[in-house]
């Protein structure tokens, strides 16, 4: 038995963030993890492998649709999946030992095993008991399933089955259109799947930006993907090799069937609490199976949640912040974290980022707004890439100037969000990120430029 300041429980990057946090502010701190490696879902079988391969087979695409455009004449690649899936592992390894290297060099102490909480101040791993004055529960998310769907992981699988799939299948149906869903989908449409994504809502990537879902799903079609939307999923009949897929559509209550090779499950997840014990101690659940807490605190004194465990979007450096502001707050310092301004991201080609309010939200508010629009295809890196599908959005207060919100669809969205999310956080105005000189020719030009339209006007449209 060992006595420590702060027991984290979950390595993922809630968990690692939050327990290197604490060491850097002088608290002794262990990490309870029983997996093999550290990181989590992300590191291990989500965020990490699952962007080794779209960044793969965008490489694929751009070999066989790009590089005859640029002058470039090469073979027909040919997809080594062996290989493919083992650049995969390299990746993930990468980063695993990556941690495992942070804990050794801020003294945390890795407690191997799966936890549970048998009274406040204790955690117990395996046959030990460990004492701690703050217990942080940081245990993730898992997938979630549909009634009449059984996952078995080889036929019909989540993520977690889809990253490690032992041959490329001819047909998949993808049930759900969000982010995971469209990722894995993108993914296998590029090594040649046959692509259907069956969707119970009549939009893509529902909560974003309306005319991003459009745009986005217009251009998921171009590189042949299938949507059936309005659909709901009765079941999955399986034999041993194949699938059947009986959904109803919900306009008109009409059945119909799928057959695959393979059915990816991206439903969506749930928090993962399983054995930790914390309804014998009195923590209180909302209905929806997340810990309740108060600035990341529970009902009970000395235990914290964040993370996936808690309210708010299931997105890592969500919980990254939350670990951030948990160790602070331990700390005696003042955690924070401006929901406000967490961006959120999909890794397809072109890719999709969003940071704060949507147009439909604002509509809701009855707030005045004003809405400054660019295209890619005015962008000369973007035309010089073959990057111009897409746009960049920037939603910003009629009266202030005051930015409220931003939705880009195209190049490197990801990377180009964050100087909105910059200017967010210090309450910046469109005329703020208009007036600032942006080098030329980069993708991060159309930013500006959407600033500019929210005022006299784009120069380039």
């Known amino acids: 038995m060992a006595n420590y300041d702060v027991i984290i429980i979950g390595s993922g990057p809630g968990g690692y963030v939050c327990a290197i946090r604490c060491a850097q502010l002088g608290l002794k701190t262990a990490c309870v993890e029983g997996r093999e490696t550290l990181g989590g879902t992300c590191l291990n079988i989500g965020c990490i492998p699952s962007k080794a391969l779209l960044h793969a087979t965008e490489m694929l695409h751009e070999t066989e649709h790009n590089f005859p455009k640029m002058g470039l004449k090469v073979a027909k690649p040919v997809v080594d999946w062996k290989a493919m899936l083992a650049y995969k592992q390299d990746t993930i390894d990468a980063n695993t030992k990556g941690i495992e290297f942070l804990f050794k060099k801020n003294k945390v102490d890795w407690l191997k095993g799966w936890a549970s909480v048998p009274e406040a101040g204790k955690v117990k791993v395996g046959d030990e008991v460990h004492e701690a004055k703050n217990i942080v529960i940081a245990s993730g998310s898992e997938p979630s399933s549909l009634p009449g769907v059984k996952v078995d992981e080889k036929i019909v699988v989540t993520s977690t089955g889809a990253l490690e799939l032992p041959k490329i299948p001819k047909?998949?149906?993808?049930?759900?259109?969000?982010?995971?869903?469209?990722?894995?989908?993108?993914?296998?449409?590029r090594l040649g799947a046959e692509v259907t994504v069956v969707e119970y809502l009549d939009v893509v990537t529902p909560g974003m930006d309306g005319e991003v879902q459009k745009t986005f799903q217009r251009l998921l079609k171009r590189q042949g993907l299938t949507f059936i939307m309005g659909a709901a999923v009765q079941k999955v009949e399986t034999t041993k090799t194949k699938a059947k897929v009986t959904?109803?559509?919900?306009?008109?209550?009409?059945?119909?069937?799928?057959?695959?090779?393979?059915?990816?499950?991206?439903t969506g997840r749930k928090p993962f609490t399983d054995g930790l014990g914390l309804d014998a101690i009195g923590v209180e659940m909302?209905?929806?199976g997340q810990i309740k807490t108060d600035h990341w605190k529970t009902n009970v004194d000395g235990i914290w949640a964040l993370g996936d465990v808690i309210d708010g979007p299931m997105l890592a450096h969500k919980a990254e912040d939350e670990g951030m502001a948990v160790a602070e707050s331990i700390a005696g310092q003042a955690g924070h974290v401006n929901y406000g301004v967490i961006p959120s991201v999909i890794y397809t080609h072109p890719e999709v980022s969003t940071v704060g309010q949507t147009e439909d939200q604002l509509k809701d508010e009855g707030r005045d707004y004003k809405v400054g629009k660019?295209?890619?295809?005015?962008?000369?890196?973007?035309?010089?890439?073959?990057?111009?599908?897409?746009?960049?959005?920037?939603?910003?207060d009629k009266e202030t100037d005051r930015i409220l919100g931003a939705h880009i669809i195209g190049p490197m969205a990801g990377d180009l969000i964050h100087e909105v999310c910059v200017a967010m956080e210090f309450g910046a105005a469109a005329e703020d990120l208009a007036r600032t000189?942006?080098?030329?020719?980069?993708?991060?030009?159309?930013?500006r430029e959407a600033a500019l339209a929210c005022g006299d006007g784009p120069i380039h449209s």
């Open 171 to 189: 047909k998949m149906v993808v049930i759900g259109a969000g982010v995971i869903g469209l990722e894995l989908g993108s993914v296998y449409n």
């Open 247 to 266: 959904y109803q559509k919900r306009k008109d209550d009409s059945t119909d069937t799928l057959d695959a090779d393979v059915v990816l499950v991206a």
């Open 437 to 447: 000189c942006h080098a030329h020719p980069t993708y991060s030009e159309a930013v």
């Open 374 to 396: 660019f295209s890619f295809m005015g962008n000369g890196r973007a035309k010089a890439n073959f990057a111009g599908d897409g746009f960049v959005k920037i939603l910003a």
């Open 286 to 288: 909302s209905e929806r």
